[in-house]
């Protein structure tokens, strides 16, 4: 079984432009997940869709976040404008069940 | 409030030795927890879960602990290895609408050979 894929794997950007993240799940998870991982911390949940619908996105900054999952399969995260304190790994995550999430490799930026 | 805490950020064992990581969670309506493997450059790989019905669950050299009176969660590992080394989290679960996991900061074991 594939895992959850996402792109790119690095991004560099400097602040104020904008940045897109893809994610596609684990084919038949209903659910799926953005995190925003800070160096040295745990995984802190941004927003969670159940098949294209939005379950929970009071986390997300939603000023400069967006996020959408058209069709209910894959999924991208953008930011815009990007400030130095979104320099994070964003990761993308899936479940069937919505309890126990697999992730995938997630996408380091930084912003300059 | 919702925070999953651990009681120490680094952890170094022997090869061979049995290795123990403890958790702290703060919401008692928490129902589900789960146990993270995070290797360096790599997303969170799932190692074990654990329903608060239960007070013990084990897996391939793992074993989970859990504690409800104290809120108490051990993830124990048995002969660990070198390719153990990684940063482990324990999330809990709850259903507050969501059922959204909550993580904490993460313990780095490092295994010595």
């Known amino acids: 079984e594939a895992g959850v894929a996402q792109s790119p794997r690095y991004k560099i950007i400097e602040k104020r432009q904008s940045v897109a993240f893809w994610c596609n799940p684990i084919?038949?998870?209903?659910?799926l997940y953005w995190y925003q991982q800070i160096l040295g911390q745990g995984p802190k949940l941004l927003i969670q869709?159940?098949?294209?619908?939005?379950?929970?996105d009071s986390q997300l900054p939603k000023d400069r976040f967006s996020a959408e999952r058209l069709k209910g399969v894959d999924s991208t995260l953008k930011i815009q404008p990007a400030k130095l304190e979104d320099s994070a790994v964003y990761l993308c995550?899936?479940?069937?069940?919505?309890?126990?999430?697999?992730f995938g490799p997630g996408t380091r930026l930084t912003v300059l | 409030g919702e925070s999953v805490g651990l009681h120490l950020p680094t952890l170094s064992v022997q090869e061979g030795d049995n290795s123990i990581i403890n958790c702290a969670y703060s919401?008692?309506?928490?129902?589900?927890f789960i146990w993270y493997k995070q290797e360096s450059g790599k997303g969170p790989q799932f190692i074990i879960d654990?329903?608060?019905?239960?007070d013990k669950r084990q897996g391939q050299r793992v074993t989970v602990l859990l504690n409800k009176t104290v809120k108490h969660l051990s993830l124990q590992i048995a002969a660990t290895q070198p390719g153990d080394s990684a940063v482990y989290f324990c999330?809990?679960?709850?259903?507050?609408?969501?059922?959204?996991?909550?993580f904490g900061k993460g313990t780095k074991l490092t295994v010595n050979p």
């Open positions: 995550a899936s479940s069937p069940t919505g309890r126990t999430e697999f």
């Open positions: 084919s038949g998870h209903a659910t």
């Open positions: 869709f159940q098949n294209n619908g939005v379950v929970d």
């Open positions: 919401n008692s309506a928490s129902d589900y």
């Open positions: 654990i329903r608060s019905n239960m």
């Open positions: 999330a809990e679960n709850f259903q507050g609408g969501s059922e959204k996991l909550v």
